[in-house]
């Protein structure tokens, strides 16, 4: 949105191409700020728009070309890659150790019994505090940890079980519900 201070840390190999869009032109856009998943189409478009001279006859292919960008990224579904940390200081420290060391083993009672909280009172107070399930928190976690590992080339085996999870399978549905990409796409983003 315009004038929302943000910021992106990348992993790996990265090819970058900045768009910005001029308010308004964009119908239905989000107030906040979000990371899109990049279609084939919307990739050939951007690659596209780069390549465009400064100035562009606005009846011809630039302004088509411009046009039909801009009504791709309202198309563009939302990649689920921000992990919101709660502000209550132990509830934080938990999820800033979990982070450190991401398993999907870790239970809501572990985490109810170190914060001496019912189950009732944890769920709701970190839901309210992260604006996710513990359940939806803690996969997220383990995917943002298992994307680096996966553009490295590690083999999806390797991560799925030191990530606690009992086989690849249940580790690449995990990731593609959170991500809407298998695990092996990330392997092949060079």
Known sequence: PP??????????????RCLYVRPGSVAGMPDHCEVL??????????????????TRDPTGRDDALIGLLLHEIA???????????PGEPKLKAMCQA??????????IGQWC????????SF????????????VDWR????VLAAIPRLVAGEPVTTIAMDLGYGNPAAFSTMVKRVTGRSPSHYGTQA
């Open 3 to 16: 004038g929302a201070v943000h910021q992106a840390r990348m992993i790996g190999p990265v090819r970058l």
């Open 75 to 85: 198309e563009l579904p939302p990649m689920q890659l921000s992990l919101p940390l």
């Open 37 to 54: 998943a990049i279609t084939p189409l919307m990739r050939s478009l951007l690659d596209e728009a780069v390549r465009l001279p400064g």
């Open 113 to 120: 019994a170190a914060l001496n909280m019912s189950r009732r």
């Open 123 to 134: 769920t709701r107070r970190f839901r309210s505090e992260t604006g996710l399930s513990f």
């Open 139 to 142: 996969q997220r976690a383990c």
């Open 98 to 107: 979990f982070l450190s060391e991401p398993a999907s083993s870790a239970t």
